[in-house]
Nanobody, 128 residues
């Protein structure tokens, strides 16, 4: 399974950005796909995720501002993260991950762990 993110960049507070994640591979339809983020002073945290039954997870701080959606094709799953009303505290490297994941209970292992499939990350900067 390959995971590739795109769409990061700089935006002013209150602005919007959309991130995309292309997850491809034979077993990708079995997997949940989610977004995690990391700032230098903090560890990885799940931002949101979408399960293969279409149900979603959002951490409290992004509810009402972020929206995750997916488009599934044979052996490829594209997941979008629409981020609105961005705040400086949303500044982070955003990673997309695919795997057998319970976003409510499983901490994000990160791209070096090897347990799930992770992209290389994309930087989102929110500042004036």
């Amino acid at each position: 399974v390959q995971v590739v993110e795109s769409g990061g960049g700089w935006v002013q507070p209150g602005g919007s950005l959309q991130l995309s994640c292309a997850a491809s591979g034979v077993a990708v339809s079995r997997y949940a796909v989610g977004w995690a983020r990391q700032v230098p002073s903090k560890g990885l945290e799940w931002v949101c995720g979408i399960y293969n039954d279409g149900s979603t997870y959002y951490r409290d701080s992004v509810k009402g501002r972020f929206a995750i959606s997916s488009h599934n094709a044979k052996n490829k799953n594209t997941v979008y993260l629409q981020m609105n009303n961005l705040k400086p505290e949303d500044t982070a490297v955003y990673y997309c991950a695919a795997g057998i994941i319970n976003f409510e209970n499983d901490p994000p292992n990160g791209p070096m762990d090897g347990t799930d499939y992770w992209g290389k990350g994309t930087l989102v900067t929110v500042s004036s």
